[in-house]
């Protein structure tokens, strides 16, 4: 969509070189727009100033399409961009009751460019938060077809006190996307992380390796009870 609305925008822009050419005069390559106006020699007309002044008080609008490309990377099912993203996790582990306890949390994210910095951030941070939802919490439970947990009671989510103290996020920007400027989407990218971050500091911390999320402690005592390795009471990684 940022791809079509850049177009609609130059698009627009043409038309409004055109205009200035009509109502001021001269040839409308002699124009262009600079500093949010329209240029012609040394003089300068708003956009509103132009528009208003066309004859029978004429509006103008332009559309803008983009089409993706197919790209000849297969492993992303030829999508013509992907935004990968890293992370860490610091957790503790309570060997006597199985609960995980994200201490410490990071995540770099390929933004390509990112056009709108506080939203970008949002959106990496919010994905994370998902993540420790499907990583520690997230589960639907059925019993013969019959689901078990559809309220807000059973299904658990992340509460504030599940985040991190310290969750820090940053981006990559090398202008490489294929959107405007060379972004790329960040809508998912902050959402995959946290498993096998978390997963991976739990088998730091304690020696078990969990094969499934979400890292509930009733996982995590099973396969404690079912490993060999013998660990202190409580545990970090």
Known sequence: MGNAVRAACENLIQELVEAASEVKGGDPSGWQVMGGELRSGGNGYS????VSALPGGAQLTATGQYTRTRSGDTSFGGHDHWAPSAAAAEVEVDCETGEVRVLRYAIAADAGRALHRNSAKGQIEGGAVMGFGLALFEEVAYDEGQLLNAD?????????????????????????????????????????????AIGNAIYDAIGVRLRSTPFTPEKVL???????????????G
């Open 152 to 196: 807000a009671f059973q299904y658990r989510l992340p509460l504030m006190r599940d985040i991190p103290n310290i969750l820090s996020s940053s981006m990559v920007e090398n202008g490489d996307g294929p959107g405007p400027f060379g972004a790329k989407g960040l809508a998912q990218v902050g959402i995959p992380g946290p498993a096998p």
């Open 222 to 236: 099973r396969a404690l009870r079912g490993g060999d390795r013998r660990v202190e009471p409580t545990a970090a």
């Open 47 to 50: 956009f509103a100033e132009i």
